[in-house]
């Protein structure tokens, strides 16, 4: 009768578990050029010109030199976290059962449902800011932050909402679909804005300029800033590289893919945000979002358009994220229906920034919690990867209750007291203000939990070689 029971309880742990797809390399259809285009077109967009606005705040110099150095330690995470889904076609959420336990892996799901749907609504409130503006041009609305305006906004983001339910409709497909359509679109339209700006200031004056000292960031922020925005991608990567067969396509394409988009819009942010306060003589970090600088340096309603345009294609990568970490809880959901969910719920968060003082605000907050919670869990599953299981996962595991990957009732204590450990790292080394104002608290804090789970595996591993001894 007790195994009876037992064998039951385990059939319905097995059910919850599901099934975890890998893509076999015959099926898999995305080319160096789908993986580039990919992550050109996730950081092609509002929200990383919005980041290289808020870091002008360093400066040109001390800005361009942390955007740099960051992106490229950032993205070769971002290529390392792709060689995982390439190698075993598997999603990124499915893969941190194999370092955090099949049950454990809800941990990094719930924050990756978060942080995207944030990111999500980031872009959209963007977006939909640039639509109000347009409505402004076309039809006289009032702006948004003028009276009145706060209709235009509303507007804006429903219309956003109904435009990334047509980009996710058919999951990954349509992803790839515009992704590869709107990346020309976005090249066109963006070497034309580019042109504009260095027309409306010169260089020497961009260079020369400096921020007020009361507003100005110092580069140990600008660091954590850029980190959180760039890491948040790491955690997606595999969702996207399990669809190619090429090795390069997943590593070498997606680096310089997210690269490229990554340094030609924040720049694009960067030089835009400090012209604007060359020709207003006025610097507000408050006014960097694209909207209101492609407004100011009258760049016009097609301007306007690109912002639209880019918040699609980004959100597109946004929402397919969310909508897999979503199945990876909840596996009687569809990732088409998840995806609904997600772009939905995507939808309210948007309405947050509407009823408050600051959008700035509240993009800092959101920034400073995705370094603090998803920094260290993209150093357990990347050590969990290549150092401790020497890149061989077992894929038959990935739902067996009792296996491999199981644990401790599902759950690997170890990673889950390193991630808080790495937190609490995060959020100490933010208040020792020689590293929080010079190199900032991101990847120190990484490096402290990647040793801390490291050492804690190799501990228990010898303590049941010993027992078993």
């Known amino acids: 009768m007790a195994q009876e029971v037992k064998t039951t309880a385990h059939r319905e742990a097995s059910a919850t578990f599901g099934h975890v797809e890998s893509i076999p390399r015959e099926n898999r259809r995305m080319s160096n050029w789908d993986l580039f285009a990919t992550w050109i077109g996730a950081n092609a967009n509002n929200g990383t010109w919005y980041i290289g606005g808020v870091i002008a705040a360093c400066g040109l110099v001390t800005a361009s030199t942390t955007l740099i150095i960051v992106g490229v330690i950032s993205y070769l995470l971002l290529a390392a976290a792709s060689y995982m889904g390439y190698r075993t076609g598997l999603p990124a959420m499915a893969l941190t059962r194999a370092s955090f336990g ?34 402004g041009e076309l039809f006289g609305w009032p702006l948004y932050g003028k009276p009145g305006g706060t209709f235009g906004l509303i507007v804006g983001i429903l219309i956003m909402s109904v435009l990334h339910l047509l980009s996710i409709s058919m999951g990954e497909r349509s992803v790839r679909l515009i992704e590869r359509i709107g990346i020309i679109l976005v090249v066109i339209f963006v070497l034309w804005e580019s042109v504009v700006v260095f027309r409306t200031v010169s260089f020497h004056d961009i260079v020369s300029w400096q921020p007020p000292h009361a507003l100005r960031m110092t580069s140990g922020v600008a660091a954590d800033t850029l980190a959180a925005f760039n890491l948040a991608w790491v955690t997606a990567a595999s969702d996207f590289s399990r669809f190619t ?33 060359v020709t207003l003589n006025h610097f507000d970090p408050n006014n960097s979002d694209p909207s209101t600088v492609a407004a100011k340096l009258g760049l016009g309603v097609l301007a306007l358009l690109v912002i639209v345009l880019t918040s699609t294609t980004a959100n597109a990568v946004n929402l397919m ?44 907050t959101f920034l ?49 007291a390193s991630w808080l450990l790495g937190v609490v790292a995060y959020w100490s080394l933010k208040q020792v203000a020689l590293v929080s104002t010079t190199v900032g608290a991101t990847f120190i804090a990484m490096t402290i939990t990647a040793v801390i789970y490291w050492l804690g595996m190799h501990f228990t591993r010898s303590q049941a070689v010993s027992a078993k001894a």
């Not at 719930?110 to 872009?123: D, E, K, Y």
């Not at 090429?246 to 945000?273: D, P, Q, R, Y």
């Open 245 to 277: 067969a090429k090795k390069s396509a997943a590593t070498t394409a997606s680096f310089f893919g997210a690269n490229f988009g990554l340094f030609w819009f924040a720049f694009i942010g960067l030089f835009a945000t400090i012209g604007t306060a």
């Open 102 to 135: 099949l049950r454990g892996s809800f941990i990094s799901s719930i924050i990756n449902v978060v942080q995207f749907i944030g990111w999500a609504a980031v872009n959209t409130f963007i977006a939909a800011t640039s639509i109000s503006y347009i409505f």
């Open 321 to 364: 994220s969310a909508g897999s970490a979503l199945t990876n809880m909840v596996h009687k959901l569809s990732l088409n229906v998840s995806l609904w969910i997600v772009t939905l719920a995507a939808t309210a968060v948007t309405f947050i920034p509407v009823y408050l003082d600051s959008f700035l605000d509240v993009f800092e």
């Open 368 to 416: 400073n919690g995705i370094g603090m919670f998803l920094g260290p869990e993209i150093a357990i599953f990347l050590v969990d990867y290549f150092f401790l299981k020497g890149k061989q996962y077992h894929l038959s595991e990935f739902t067996k209750v009792k296996g491999a990957y199981w644990y401790s009732h599902g759950v690997n204590w170890i990673a889950v």
